[in-house]
Every structure is written in structure tokens, then in C-alpha cells.
């Protein structure tokens, strides 16, 4: 019994132990992303909130990527060294700059430190909004995503995901 017990724990330490839950008042999961948060409207940063952080976290991450873009993911904001103490963000938090102080936001692949919402060249494309929480808080001199990315690797302790979905409505 023990060696089960500790098995099992074993195995769920090696995996994120928490889950945050990633909610938005803009979309629900799963269902379509409102125009007004993507090129083809204002390209507003939806409202996000999130919830069961744990309490050794020490900062979070927030990503939007979308994993069906033509030349792999495409990631359309990433913003890091976000306090654990926030529990969301308001519509337009990038735009308007209204993000907490100490949070910064990376180069997405729009080369923009900025929000820059979904704009599929066609087709019905998936967006994950994910959370992260970190044990650390991130001392970065650049704002390339593939090295924040690196540097996460061992301090993710607890993550969230929230789905939405877009096709383009231009003609």
C-alpha cells in the first residue's frame, strides 16, 4: 500500500499537482471568440480571469497561441512576471496598458509587445488561452518567446487553459 501511495505520488509530482481554472466574460470555452477581439474588430484583449492559483506560486504567464496557424503556432500574446496576487485582466489590459506593474509583455509573432487577436488566412482556427504559475519570478533581458519558454522549463507548477475559436470574416 505505501508503495502505491507513494507511486502515485510520484507520478503526480511529475506532473502539474494543480490546475488553475481560465475563465473569460468575452467567451465561453469552446466557443467562438467576438469579433471585437480580433483583427477584424477593435483586436481588444479579451477579459480573462483565473482562479486556484497555488500558493508557492511566485509569478504567472499568460499565452495566446493558436496551434492550427499554416506555418505551425502562432502565438498572439505572451506576457510574463505577472503577480500571483491578479486574478484577470480587463478587456483591452494590453492595448490600453493597463497591465499590473512588473508584468511585461514578450514579442508575439506579430514581432508587437502587444495583444494581437486572432486573424486566420482562412478556416475555423483553435486559440488557447493559457495560464501558467511559476515557483520563480523571471529576471529576462530579452522579450523573445522561445527563450522564456527555456527558462520555464522545471518551474511550472500549476497551469490553465481556456478554448476559443475564430474564422475569418473578411471578404
Known amino acids: 500500500y505505501f508503495l502505491f501511495v507513494w507511486c502515485m505520488a510520484t507520478i503526480t509530482a511529475a506532473q502539474h499537482t494543480e490546475e488553475i481554472l481560465v475563465r473569460s466574460d468575452s467567451f465561453l470555452n469552446g ?8 483583427c477584424d474588430g477593435e483586436d481588444l484583449s479579451p477579459q480573462l480571469s483565473w482562479s486556484r492559483v497555488p ?3 511566485r509569478s504567472l504567464v499568460l499565452s495566446v497561441e493558436d ?3 499554416p506555418r505551425g503556432t502562432w502565438n498572439h500574446w ?3 512576471n505577472l503577480p500571483p496576487s ?5 478587456v483591452g489590459a494590453s492595448n490600453k496598458r493597463l497591465l499590473p506593474a512588473g508584468s511585461v509583455e514578450a514579442l508575439n509573432d506579430f ?3 502587444m495583444y494581437g487577436g486572432p486573424c ?7 486559440y488557447i488561452f493559457r495560464v501558467r504559475a511559476l515557483d520563480t519570478v523571471l529576471d529576462l533581458t530579452t522579450f523573445d518567446r522561445a527563450d522564456i519558454e527555456r527558462r520555464l522549463q522545471g518551474h ?9 475559436l475564430y474564422g475569418p470574416r473578411r471578404h
Not at 31 to 38: A, E, H, K, L, N
Not at 86 to 90: A, D
Not at 120 to 126: K, M, T
Open 111 to 113: 514581432k508587437k509587445q
Open 78 to 80: 505572451y506576457v510574463y
Open 156 to 164: 511550472v507548477i500549476a497551469e490553465g487553459k481556456l478554448l476559443g
Open 86 to 90: 491578479v486574478n484577470g485582466l480587463p
Open 31 to 38: 466557443d467562438s471568440i467576438p469579433v471585437r477581439f480580433t
Open 120 to 126: 486566420p488566412p482562412s478556416g475555423r482556427h483553435r
Open 67 to 69: 496551434p492550427d496557424a
Open 55 to 57: 500558493g508557492g506560486a
